[in-house]
Structures are given as structure tokens and as C-alpha cells.
């Protein structure tokens, strides 16, 4: 059974910090995309951020030089480290796991709440 656990959201002033993370289990994790996506009320789903299974990134220009993934394999654990946040990145943050075979369907995880304000 495919699980990914999401954890690190909350409330946080502008200006402010937070590293999510994510544990994944089930998959082999290693030869996954692991990547970021973020939901805000009224608009669609988007990507944040995602890093390959060779340590490719790509960052969302919304988010470019304030937020950083990065992967540990030996943990089975993506993280989104988040800097200067500001109202508008308040969202819910999904895990998502993106198989190199393509008939495999995408692994989400269940979301969690990241609040930006004063």
C-alpha cells in the first residue's frame, strides 16, 4: 500500500519559514519524481516544485529563490523548504509521487494547511 504522509504546515507571519516533508512508503522511492503542488481556495491545482530522481529540480517562477526541494533517499523523504512567505502561497501543499513508467498513475499524499498572515 502506497502512502505519502505530509507533515510541517501551519501558520506563519510573512517573512516567515516553514519546511514541509513528506515520508513516502510503498513505492521505491528512489526512481520517483517527487514533487510539490499546491491548492488555493477558487483556483486550480499548481505546481510548486519537483526534483527527479537524478536531483533535478524545477521551481515554479511564483516560488524561485524562496523555496527549495530536495530529496533524502535513504529516508524516503522529499522536503520543501520555504522562505519569505507571503499571504499569497497560503495553500494546501500536496505530496505527489510520479512514477518513470508511465502506465502507473501519480501517488498523492492527503494535503496539509499552510497559512500565511498577520
Known amino acids: 500500500q502506497v502512502q505519502l504522509v505530509e507533515s510541517g504546515g501551519g501558520l506563519v507571519q510573512p517573512g516567515g519559514s516553514l519546511r514541509l516533508s513528506c515520508a513516502a512508503s510503498?513505492?521505491?522511492?528512489?526512481?520517483?519524481?517527487m514533487g510539490w503542488y499546491r491548492q488555493a481556495p477558487g483556483k486550480q491545482r499548481e505546481l510548486v516544485a519537483a526534483?527527479?530522481?537524478?536531483?533535478?529540480?524545477n521551481i515554479a517562477d511564483s516560488v524561485k529563490g524562496r523555496f527549495t526541494i530536495s530529496r533524502d533517499n535513504a529516508k524516503n523523504t522529499v522536503y520543501l523548504q520555504m522562505n519569505s512567505l507571503k499571504p499569497e502561497d497560503t495553500a494546501v501543499y500536496y505530496c505527489n509521487a510520479k512514477s518513470p513508467i508511465r502506465r502507473i498513475a501519480d501517488y498523492w499524499g492527503q494535503g496539509t494547511q499552510v497559512t500565511v498572515s498577520s
Open positions: 526534483v527527479t530522481s537524478g536531483g533535478t529540480t
Open positions: 510503498g513505492i521505491r522511492f528512489s526512481i520517483y519524481t
